[in-house]
C-alpha cells in the first residue's frame, strides 16, 4: 500500500474514532446511572407502579450494551490504526486476501472480507437458533433411538399379573373383564338406554 493511502485510511480511521469517542463521551455526560438512586430514595416511591422501576432498569441495560458496542468499535479502530505501519491493514484475518476498497471506505476498520463476513453472521445465526437455553434442556442426554420405558410400558408389566384364566372377555374385543362391575363410557344409569331400545318403547 502506497502512502497516499495510507494517509487516507490514517485520515479515515482518525474521523471516525472522534465520531465513536465524542458518542461515548455524550453518552457518559448524560448517563442516567444515578435515577436508580433518586428512584429508590423518592418519598413517592410507594406510589409509582413497579413497572416503572422495570423500564428504567431496561433503558440502563440498552445504554451499557451500545457502550461496549462502541469500546469494541473503538478498540477495533486502533487495532486497525496499528495494521497501517506493518503492510497488514486491507487484509483479512480470516482468508488472508484483500479487503475490498469500497469496504473500506464505508468501514475502514473492516478486518473480514465481504465474503468472510456474511459467512460469520450466518455461522452466528445459525448458533443461536441452534442453541438451546438452559431452561429448555432436557435433564438426560439424547439417546439417539434408544426407547424409553414409558407409561404403556409400564401397564404392560403389571398387566399380566391381574389376567382371569379363561376369561371370555378378552376374545370379545370389549376389554371387559368378569371381574369388573361398571359399564365403560357410562357414568349414569339412563346413559346405558340405547336409540333402539328407546325407539322400540315408543312402539
Known amino acids: 500500500m502506497n502512502k497516499e493511502k495510507i494517509e ?51 433503558m440502563m441495560e440498552q445504554d451499557k450494551g451500545m457502550k461496549d458496542k462502541l469500546n469494541d468499535t473503538l478498540k477495533e479502530i486502533e487495532v486497525s490504526e496499528s495494521k497501517l505501519y506493518n503492510d497488514k ?11 475490498e476498497d469500497e469496504r473500506l471506505e464505508i468501514i475502514p476498520y473492516a478486518n473480514l472480507c465481504a465474503e468472510c463476513s456474511k459467512k460469520k453472521a450466518l ?27 414409558d407409561s404403556e410400558d409400564s401397564y404392560q408389566a403389571v398387566d399380566r399379573y391381574n389376567r382371569v384364566k379363561n376369561d371370555p372377555s378378552f376374545s370379545t374385543g370389549d376389554y371387559r373383564g368378569m371381574l369388573d362391575e361398571d359399564d365403560t363410557g357410562t357414568v349414569e344409569e339412563v346413559e346405558k338406554i340405547s336409540e333402539e331400545y328407546y325407539k322400540k318403547g315408543l312402539d
Open 89 to 99: 491493514f486491507g487484509l483479512c484475518d480470516n482468508c488472508g486476501r484483500k479487503i
Open 123 to 149: 455461522s452466528d445465526e445459525e448458533k443461536i437458533f441452534e442453541t438451546k437455553p438452559e431452561s429448555m434442556k432436557s435433564f438426560f442426554p439424547a439417546n439417539g433411538d434408544k426407547v424409553e420405558f
Open 8 to 58: 487516507h485510511y490514517k485520515k479515515l480511521l482518525g474521523s471516525e474514532k472522534k465520531k465513536v469517542e465524542k458518542i461515548i463521551e455524550r453518552m457518559e455526560y448524560s448517563d442516567d446511572s444515578s435515577s436508580m438512586e433518586r428512584y429508590y430514595s423518592e418519598l413517592s416511591f410507594y406510589d409509582n407502579h413497579p413497572g416503572d422501576l422495570g423500564t428504567e432498569m431496561f
